[in-house]
């Protein structure tokens, strides 16, 4: 299950990029142009992070890709609704919250991936 998601991901950012560099060649529209590029950003962190996943068993990686699959919606339709940034003090537009979102999600997961890495090395030992 594992190889297969890690996969599928794989296969969906080379999708999207090669989807996204066709779409740019007919007529334009800024605002599907960011949609499909904050799923590109999400479809690479989403594949070199369960590269990480491994370490899981399947009920942790289960649960662990609900969260996944919530905490990226949530970032994608936060960013989508952000759009160009226009704030008057401090301007993120959506690449720039997707970015943020992503490395904060890929810094968690990591921590998360070394601990549960540690936990079943000392379970193994026992």
Do not use: C, H
């Amino acid at each position: 299950m594992k190889k297969i998601i890690s996969f599928s991901l794989l296969l969906l950012s080379v999708g999207i990029f090669l989807g996204y560099s066709s779409y740019t060649k007919g007529p334009f529209d800024y605002n599907t142009a960011q949609f499909i590029g904050y799923l590109f950003y999400w479809g690479v962190v989403l594949f070199i992070v369960s590269l990480f996943a491994f370490v899981l068993d399947t009920k942790k990686y289960k649960i662990y890709s609900l969260i996944t699959l919530v905490y990226v919606l949530i970032s994608i339709l936060l960013a989508y609704e952000t759009g160009g940034g226009s704030g008057a003090i401090v301007s993120f537009d959506g690449k720039d919250l997707t970015l943020f979102f992503a490395g904060l999600y890929s810094f968690i997961s990591i921590i998360y991936f070394i601990v549960q890495l540690f936990k079943n090395r000392k379970v193994g030992k026992n």
